[in-house]
Nanobody, 120 residues
Framework: HVQLVESGGGSVQAGGSLRLSCVAS??????????MAWSRQAPGKEREEVAY???????RYPDSVKGRFAISRDNPKNTLNLQMDSLKSEDTAMYYC?????????????WGQGTQVTVS
């Protein structure tokens, strides 16, 4: 049974920082085979992927967060992180961790329950 559990959300003033974490269970030694991502969704808006990392450590960000967000993974700990700096009010959203095997096409297979980030 695969579970992704996010933590680290909260309220912060504009210009501040937060660090989100996502612990994966049930993937076992296969965690390194998974491509991982952080996505967010604000009320009334579509879901947006804000950071991606593959099994080789290659990362990808949209322009909206490039230079401010940094995704990383700790494979021995089955953990995915997102360091968010210089936060803006428009970063306010529910943030989700997602995972899929890197060689499988299509959408992410597993999703966490989300952690709320509020920037005022």
């Amino acid at each position: 049974h695969v579970q992704l559990v996010e933590s680290g959300g909260g309220s912060v003033q504009a210009g501040g920082s937060l660090r989100l974490s996502c612990v994966a269970s049930g993937l076992g030694s296969m965690f390194i085979d998974y491509c991982m991502a952080w996505s967010r969704q604000a009320p009334g808006k579509e879901r947006e992927e804000v950071a991606y990392i593959n099994s080789a450590g290659t990362t990808r960000y949209p322009d909206s967060v490039k230079g401010r967000f940094a995704i990383s993974r700790d494979n021995p700990k089955n953990t995915l992180n997102l360091q968010m700096d210089s936060l803006k009010s428009e970063d306010t959203a529910m943030y989700y961790c997602a995972a899929k095997l890197c060689w499988v096409s299509g959408d992410y297979r597993y999703w966490g329950q989300g952690t709320q980030v509020t920037v005022s």
